[in-house]
């Protein structure tokens, strides 16, 4: 009988719109299968629905005990997606000692970008914001923006190419004094604040920061609280007196 399965899948990113998958093909039954279809799809989900995109659908055959190294270079943004779906004999030709290893959903998030080490500091002009990005997955992360943010008002736009597997990137920032007003303000540091990759973990991509601004009109109000008058003798001895506080 028959029992054909997909183990072993890699996904590796090539460039944002391209990844090299590879997987291995068995027939781990003691017969021979005529020629059939394994098609790779891609998904949102781990489950294989209507809507879900063909991607390959290769032609194969397996003598028993048979297995395959299977080496494809798939057109599709890694950024974008959640799954790879393999299914062999994906026509349901034969009648299998298993059905469920034809079988196999691989998650292709492999990206996960934080936000740390962010700090303000108060220039003459404005302020500066600086800040690391972390990618902390194991995948590259693909094009994406940062948005520095002020009282929930985006201020600045950044634009990455990449961050790789395992890799941080520092950056510092200016803001004008003229779009800051005078008293307590919220900074947000925003990694991918467009949704551009698909992560891991979302919850993570910011980083909050208050800073303090003073008027830079504003004069020093100074306030006499008491008087106080030292009369010295020839001798050297002196005598401290308070006085009045002046109206």
């Given at each position: 009988?028959?029992?054909?399965?997909?183990?072993?899948?890699?996904?590796?990113?090539?460039?944002?719109?391209?990844?090299?998958?590879?997987?291995?093909?068995?027939?781990?039954?003691?017969?021979?299968?005529?020629?059939?279809?394994?098609?790779?799809?891609?998904?949102?989900?781990?489950?294989?629905?209507?809507?879900?995109?063909?991607?390959?659908?290769?032609?194969?055959?397996?003598?028993?005990?048979?297995?395959?190294?299977?080496?494809?270079?798939?057109?599709?943004?890694?950024?974008?997606?959640?799954?790879?779906?393999?299914?062999?004999?994906?026509?349901?030709?034969?009648?299998?000692?298993?059905?469920?290893?034809?079988?196999?959903?691989?998650?292709?998030?492999?990206?996960?970008?934080?936000?740390?080490?962010?700090?303000?500091?108060?220039?003459?002009?404005?302020?500066?914001?600086?800040?690391?990005v972390s990618n902390s997955g194991p995948?590259?992360?693909?094009s994406f923006s940062n948005l520095i943010?002020?009282?929930?008002?985006?201020?600045?736009?950044?634009?990455?190419?990449?961050?790789?597997?395992?890799?941080?990137?520092?950056?510092?920032?200016?803001?004008?004094?003229?779009?800051?007003?005078?008293?307590?303000?919220?900074?947000?540091?925003?990694?991918?604040?467009?949704?551009?990759?698909?992560?891991?973990?979302?919850?993570?991509?910011?980083?909050?920061?208050?800073?303090?601004?003073?008027?830079?009109?504003?004069?020093?109000?100074?306030?006499?609280?008491?008087?106080?008058?030292?009369?010295?003798?020839?001798?050297?001895?002196?005598?401290?007196?308070?006085?009045?506080?002046p109206q």
């Amino acid at each position: 009988m028959l029992d054909l399965s997909v183990d072993h899948v890699s996904i590796n990113p090539v460039t944002d719109n391209q990844v090299s998958v590879g997987y291995e093909l068995h027939n781990l039954g003691t017969e021979k299968t005529n020629r059939f279809r394994t098609a790779v799809y891609l998904s949102q989900d781990p489950l294989l629905n209507f809507g879900d995109k063909l991607l390959n659908n290769r032609r194969e055959s397996l003598a028993a005990g048979e297995s395959k190294d299977i080496d494809l270079l798939l057109n599709f943004n890694p950024n974008q997606s959640n799954y790879l779906i393999f299914k062999a004999d994906s026509a349901n030709k034969f009648s299998e000692f298993n059905e469920k290893n034809n079988f196999k959903a691989i998650p292709i998030t492999g990206v996960d970008l934080t936000i740390k080490d962010g700090k303000v500091e108060l220039i003459p002009d404005g302020l500066t914001v600086s800040y690391t990005v972390s990618n902390s997955g194991p995948r590259r992360a693909g094009s994406f923006s940062n948005l520095i943010s002020l009282d929930g008002q985006i201020l600045k736009k950044v634009e990455l190419k990449s961050v790789g597997s395992q890799k941080e990137r520092s950056f510092s920032h200016s803001l004008k004094r003229e779009n800051l007003t005078p008293g307590t303000h919220q900074i947000s540091i925003l990694a991918d604040g467009y949704n551009q990759i698909r992560e891991s973990n979302e919850s993570n991509n910011s980083f909050l920061l208050d800073a303090t601004i003073s008027d830079p009109t504003q004069k020093p109000d100074l306030l006499i609280t008491d008087m106080w008058t030292v009369d010295i003798a020839p001798d050297g001895s002196y005598k401290v007196t308070k006085t009045q506080k002046p109206q």
